[in-house]
């Protein structure tokens, strides 16, 4: 059985005050057994979040994709996880569009993550004239194209594959539930083309881009939707609940 997953990831938002009193407002609601919750808030929250949930898993939301040394304003994947962290995300469009990030560099987080023995949250999807093209799917397999390529199914599955068509984040325009199943089976079955049927039926791909609690339960019936990432409605605690509650 594949893991159902909510993650939300809270961007660059909430002051400490504001921070401090969702992280304790969601750690006190009852979700259900069955569902693993994440939140991924500003780095700068992490080290005094973590002594404090108990009730899901706090993630960083980036990562170098170096080691060590002279690069500033970043932190490392073994500095992650020496705060036992156990997920980061890499990939998310916002870094692709707004700091220039590549196909390479991403790779090259993931793999730092890897090494440390954590679970990269590995953002895929395309632009809005990919999909008026009709070359959604051609993009997201380029996107993938270096873990199917590089990787052994051991690390692959520590993967969380997150689909978050561009055109759909913070905008208020949901990929169709059909939309996102087509997407969710292609990216399953070029997992399974490469690896086997047993390592694609297990690794849990996520949706992004405008879930909300009314179109939450649609999307997360679909048969290869495995759960959400989660943008502007994480930041509420009573949206982000009724989410997780979608299943
Ligand atoms: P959104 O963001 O839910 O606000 O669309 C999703 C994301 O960027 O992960």
Redesign the pocket.
Known sequence: MRKKIVAG?WKMNLNRKAAFQLIETIDSLKFSNNVEVIIAPPSIYLESFLGKVKNFNISSQDVSANDNGAYTGEFSAAMLSSLSLKYSIVG?S?RRLYHGETEEMIFNKAKQLLKSNMSPIYCCGELLEDRKSENHFKVVASQLQPLLDNLNSDELEKFIIAY?PVW???TGLTAKPSDAQDMHSYIRALIKEKFSSSIADQISIIY????KPDNAKELFSMEDVDGG?????SLDADSFSAIINSF
């Open positions: 990831n998310h916002e978050e759909a984040i913070g992004g881009g405008s879930c990432l989660i943008g502007g409605a």
